[in-house]
């Protein structure tokens, strides 16, 4: 079992930053790859960013490449997302998610299926 828990979420004006953080509570955190989704309201969840275990490959979506930056500290067991520039099309509920299936995994997955743990979700709401 992996608990996650996002922290970091709030209400901010456009061009302004928010940083994200997600806490893992299995120790194996530091062999999975991870990943940031997030849904808003009437549409389906997306991806934003994922980074592999050791904190070297990364991918974002286009929409927010750029702006946000993924990376983990594996010595905190916590994985982070700075978002700098924030649009009122990122406001959203953000995920975070575990990819525990898959140890050491080099490239991160960048679809919601290939994550079977999910954090609670933490509200980015960024006004215009």
């Given amino acids: 079992q992996v ?13 302004g930053s928010l ?12 062999r999975n790859a991870m990943g940031w989704f997030r849904q808003a309201p009437g549409k389906e969840r997306e991806f934003v960013a994922a980074i592999n275990w050791s904190g070297i ?3 974002h979506a286009d929409s927010v490449k ?11 067991n916590t994985l982070y997302l700075q978002m700098n520039g924030l649009k009122a099309e990122d406001t959203a ?13 080099w490239d991160p997955a960048v679809v919601l299926e290939a994550y079977d ?6 509200q980015v709401t960024v006004s215009s």
């Fill in 19 to 30: 940083r994200l953080s997600c806490a893992a509570s299995r120790r194996t955190f530091s």
């Fill in 57 to 59: 490959k990364a991918y």
């Fill in 117 to 122: 743990y999910w954090g609670q979700g933490t």
């Fill in 3 to 15: 608990q996650l828990v996002e922290s970091g979420g709030g209400l901010v004006q456009a061009g």
């Fill in 66 to 76: 750029g702006r946000f930056t993924i990376s983990r500290d594996n010595t905190k």
């Fill in 93 to 105: 509920v953000y995920y975070c998610a575990a990819d525990s299936a898959h140890d050491l995994r």
